[in-house]
């Protein structure tokens, strides 16, 4: 019998919403606690260098799905 599958996938739901607002928000954030501006700094750097890790490594994908 699974236990707590249900209660893992919501928490994970809830941090990963709580970690996209605080990227979507962080000049709003800082701006207000400005003591959380370098980890705000931070999250926002890793999570575009993340974006741009993943744009090279699957752009040729979806130039080949989209045709260009």
Same mark, same amino acid.
């Given at each position: 019998?699974?236990?707590?599958?249900? %209660?893992?996938?919501?928490? $994970?739901?809830?941090? =990963?919403? +709580? &970690? *996209?607002?605080?990227?979507?928000? /962080?000049?709003? #954030? %800082?701006?207000?606690?400005? $003591?959380?501006?370098? =980890?705000? +700094? &931070? *999250?926002?750097?890793?999570?575009? /260098?993340?974006? #741009?890790?993943?744009?090279?490594?699957?752009?040729?994908?979806?130039?080949?799905?989209?045709?260009?």
């Amino acid at each position: 019998r699974r236990q707590g599958g249900g %209660a893992g996938f919501l928490l $994970a739901l809830v941090l =990963a919403g +709580a &970690g *996209l607002g605080a990227y979507l928000q /962080a000049d709003v #954030l %800082a701006a207000r606690a400005p $003591a959380a501006a370098p =980890a705000l +700094a &931070g *999250l926002v750097e890793g999570v575009d /260098a993340a974006r #741009l890790w993943l744009e090279t490594r699957l752009g040729s994908i979806r130039d080949r799905l989209t045709g260009a």
